[in-house]
């Protein structure tokens, strides 16, 4: 089985502008969620999507944003760019996305932003 | 969730067992212990899970305290691919979504040749 894969894997933007975010989960997998690795504040999550709903949110300002297809693919916009957003982006999928269920994760996206 | 400790850094040499401690004496009886770790590069990957009793498969052992206030995270044999930063993470049945993960800082370990 092929395992999460996210595209681009490496992005470079300036301020102000906006960038998407591709995630493939695993097949038959319907609970997609995303992090935001920085240095300084590690693993954070942002939001969970499951059959096409967002079910769960963390603490990331409206900027941040994202939506899943019928086919579970996912993906994550973020507008008008901070340097702050200079971030890995990871993506990760699991079955139903219940509790004690593994997540498996993608390898990111390294978005750096100018 | 509840609050891990967990030290900044451990060293190892190759081959030898590797016992990474795990301290939470707030955890709260319906906190599943979870362990996960990120090597060089990539995402984070799953390693193993319990909630008291100790746990065993193919990538480590989790050994729970009698009271859970405290866990270790047991690589029987480390190799080098084992080198990487484990997260010791609780969860809460109650939570809603099985997906959040709430990540501390974890530990570093290195395995020397």
């Known amino acids: 089985k092929a395992g999460v894969t996210q595209t681009p894997r490496y992005l470079i933007k300036t301020r102000g502008q906006q960038v998407t975010l591709s995630c493939s989960p695993i097949s038959g997998h319907r609970s997609v969620s995303w992090y935001q690795q920085t240095p300084g504040q590690g693993l954070q999550f942002l939001f969970e999507?499951?059959?096409?709903?967002?079910?769960n949110k963390g603490n990331f300002p409206g900027r941040f944003s994202g939506r899943q297809f019928s086919n579970s693919r996912s993906e994550m916009n973020v507008s008008t760019l901070e340097l702050g957003d200079s971030a890995l982006y990871l993506c990760?999928?699991?079955?139903?996305?219940?509790?004690?269920?593994?997540?498996?994760f993608g390898s990111g996206t390294q978005l750096s932003v100018l | 969730d509840a609050k891990t400790t967990q030290p900044n850094s451990m060293e190892s040499n190759e081959e030898e067992p590797v016992h990474l401690p795990c301290n939470h004496s707030t955890i709260s009886g319906t906190d599943y212990i979870h362990w996960y770790r990120q090597l060089p590069s990539q995402g984070p990957e799953y390693v193993i899970h319990?909630?008291?009793s100790n746990v065993n498969n193919r990538m480590a052992s989790l050994a729970i305290a009698e009271d859970r206030k405290s866990s270790t995270l047991i690589l029987h044999r480390a190799t080098l691919r084992d080198a990487a930063v484990y997260y010791c993470i609780l969860r809460d049945v109650e939570e809603t979504s099985g997906s959040r993960l709430t990540f501390g800082e974890g530990t570093q370990l290195t395995v020397n040749p």
């Open positions: 319990g909630l008291t």
């Open positions: 999507y499951f059959s096409e709903t967002q079910r």
């Open positions: 990760a999928s699991s079955s139903i996305g219940v509790l004690n269920e593994k997540l498996f």
